[in-house]
């Protein structure tokens, strides 16, 4: 079997976890995403999320709600959650599933 398109690196300085995504993320990858996520999450527990996307080429909507999932459970433990470096269509997918405050309001609850 292929490895998944998707690369997810993590990085803890003190309270702060960077989340580096490369790739795409969609219906075939995005647990990739979460399982990366919640070993360093639970590992560090950080009060600051950071995900860049620097790398990210194609994102559908089970990608956006998994980026929401992530930042539901950041929310959850009171930590601050934020989307960097998002490519202008994937910012335009976040907006269209109302999920564009991931970007700019780290600690803000969706509507």
Not at 8 to 17: E, F, I, K, P, R
Request: aromatic share 6%; glycine share 10%; charged share 15%.
């Amino acid at each position: 079997m292929d490895d998944p398109p998707i690369d997810v690196s993590t990085v803890v300085h003190g309270d702060h976890l960077t989340v580096k995504v490369s790739g795409e993320i969609d219906t075939f990858t995005a647990q990739v995403l979460a399982d990366e996520f919640h070993t360093a999450y639970t590992a560090a527990k950080p009060g600051q999320v950071v995900v860049d996307l620097a790398g990210v080429d194609f994102c559908d909507a089970a990608g956006a709600r998994e980026l929401t999932s992530l930042a539901d459970v950041v929310a959850a433990q009171g930590g601050t959650f934020q989307l960097r470096q998002v490519h202008p269509q994937i910012v335009w997918l976040l907006d269209q599933l109302g999920v564009g405050y991931l970007r700019s309001c780290p600690s803000s609850p969706g509507p």
